[in-house]
């Protein structure tokens, strides 16, 4: 079995694309998202057409949301999942938060007293965190001390009291969540573990529950609980010493033509596992010697592996893109990486400047192609 394969299958890097932004996202489960404009690339990016405005209207719509649910950070969920998800994951992130709402002077009852002001506030309608914070303020709680405003937002979020409402041009908005996604029965928790884990195995496997348990944010005891109760829905193999799980698919990954992918900072494919030494080889380590270098730049991918980085910038109606491989590219995969870099133009819906250059240690760079 070829793991980076087999994740770009799962993941809908590879082979047949989803039409709809929230059916990435169902697929995924859960795509973090605090950096907003890279997350509206990657859901994008695994469908065949969708741009960054297709993405934004998803967003407005509901038919995805945007709160904390993992980890802690943002994550793009959608209305089926969020109320079960919060259920399951919201005191291992509480527990996570705990010394940040010390820091910031949030206990319990400031917490309870900003739930409702929050929620009398919305009941007018969405509101930006600005807003909040002046209601807040209105009402006694000072919002500016130590980040506590992001506090008790995060806090009103894991209570299930508000998520994402419609974007008010770049801002974004927060909403109740009983006005926007309707209540749901309640799972007990060994199934909605067994769920998580299935689907986490299904959309992002080959992985190891430490894999899961770090994705989740979950203890790992949890992490195995799941996995076990969900093994009538997954199957197993043993590579190097280590057990992946994966979703059994009719559709095996077959040859090796050349992929390419242009991958945001926190892409589910490189943000979603504990181990990553799949993603880059050894030799190249050097390029981005930090562990969270991987997760938090944008690289560039052939046939599943990190083999450089890029960067863009919008100048006189142009995205122009500059790819920065850490070796020279094989022939064979230039098309495929233009062709990613022309799905970025059109997700952007931008005309393209591309062009290539050696890596930070050479001096020199060269034009590629201009379109």
Same mark, same amino acid.
């Given at each position: 079995?070829?793991?980076?394969?087999?994740?770009?299958?799962?993941? /809908?890097?590879?082979?047949?694309?989803?039409?709809?932004?929230?059916?990435?996202?169902?697929?995924?489960?859960?795509?973090?998202?605090?950096?907003?404009?890279?997350?509206?690339?990657?859901?994008?990016?695994?469908?065949?057409?969708?741009?960054?405005?297709?993405?934004?209207?998803?967003?407005?719509?509901?038919?995805?949301?945007?709160?904390?649910?993992?980890?802690?950070?943002? /994550?793009?969920?959608?209305?089926?999942?969020?109320?079960?998800?919060?259920?399951?994951?919201?005191?291992?992130?509480?527990?996570?938060?705990?010394?940040?709402?010390?820091?910031?002077?949030?206990?319990?009852?400031?917490?309870?007293?900003?739930?409702?002001?929050?929620?009398?506030?919305?009941?007018?309608?969405?509101?930006?965190?600005?807003?909040?914070?002046?209601?807040?303020?209105?009402?006694?709680?000072? $919002?500016?001390?130590?980040?506590?405003?992001?506090?008790?937002?995060?806090?009103?979020?894991?209570?299930?009291?508000?998520?994402?409402?419609?974007?008010?041009?770049?801002?974004?908005?927060?909403?109740?969540?009983?006005?926007?996604?309707?209540?749901?029965?309640?799972?007990?928790?060994?199934?909605?573990?067994?769920?998580?884990?299935?689907?986490?195995?299904?959309?992002h496997g080959p992985a190891t529950i430490k894999d899961f348990a770090w994705w989740s944010g979950l203890s790992t005891t949890e992490a195995t609980t799941g996995t076990n109760t969900a093994q009538s829905q997954v199957e197993c193999i043993e590579l190097e010493g280590r057990t992946y799980w994966f979703a059994p698919t009719a559709h095996p990954t077959t040859g090796?033509?050349?992929?390419? /992918?242009?991958?945001?900072?926190?892409?589910?494919?490189?943000?979603?596992?504990?181990?990553?030494?799949?993603?880059?080889?050894?030799?190249?380590?050097?390029?981005? $010697?930090?562990?969270?270098?991987?997760?938090?730049?944008?690289?560039?991918?052939?046939?599943?592996?990190?083999?450089?980085?890029?960067?863009?910038?919008?100048?006189?109606?142009?995205?122009?893109?500059?790819?920065?491989?850490?070796?020279?590219?094989?022939?064979?995969? /230039?098309?495929?990486?233009?062709?990613?870099?022309?799905?970025?133009?059109?997700?952007?819906?931008? $005309?393209?400047?591309?062009?290539?250059?050696?890596?930070?240690?050479?001096?020199?760079?060269?034009?590629?192609?201009?379109?």
């Open positions: 079995m070829d793991i980076l394969q087999e994740r770009l299958r799962s993941q /809908h890097l590879l082979g047949p694309a989803p039409a709809a932004a929230a059916d990435v996202v169902r697929h995924l489960v859960a795509v973090q998202s605090q950096d907003y404009p890279a997350a509206r690339w990657a859901v994008a990016q695994r469908t065949a057409d969708l741009t960054g405005a297709d993405v934004d209207d998803a967003l407005s719509s509901g038919s995805i949301l945007r709160t904390h649910l993992l980890r802690p950070t943002w /994550h793009l969920v959608t209305p089926d999942d969020i109320r079960w998800m919060l259920a399951l994951t919201a005191p291992r992130v509480k527990a996570l938060m705990a010394y940040g709402y010390r820091r910031s002077g949030v206990d319990d009852a400031m917490l309870a007293k900003s739930n409702r002001i929050v929620a009398a506030a919305l009941h007018g309608g969405p509101l930006t965190r600005i807003e909040l914070g002046d209601a807040l303020w209105s009402e006694g709680i000072e $919002p500016r001390v130590d980040n506590r405003l992001a506090h008790l937002m995060i806090g009103a979020e894991l209570d299930g009291i508000v998520c994402s409402g419609p974007l008010r041009g770049k801002q974004h908005t927060y909403a109740l969540l009983d006005e926007v996604v309707p209540p749901a029965p309640a799972r007990d928790r060994a199934t909605a573990l067994a769920e998580l884990a299935s689907r986490y195995y299904a959309s090796r033509l050349p992929t390419g /992918h242009l991958l945001p900072d926190f892409d589910e494919y490189t943000v979603a596992y504990a181990d990553r030494t799949h993603l880059i080889d050894a030799a190249d380590l050097h390029h981005m $010697p930090n562990r969270m270098d991987v997760i938090s730049n944008n690289v560039l991918v052939v046939n599943g592996r990190v083999v450089g980085s890029w960067k863009r910038a919008v100048e006189k109606g142009t995205v122009r893109l500059t790819i920065t491989p850490f070796e020279q590219l094989p022939k064979r995969a /230039h098309a495929a990486v233009a062709s990613a870099a022309e799905r970025y133009a059109a997700f952007l819906q931008l $005309p393209l400047h591309l062009e290539a250059q050696h890596s930070p240690s050479r001096s020199d760079a060269r034009s590629m192609t201009n379109r």
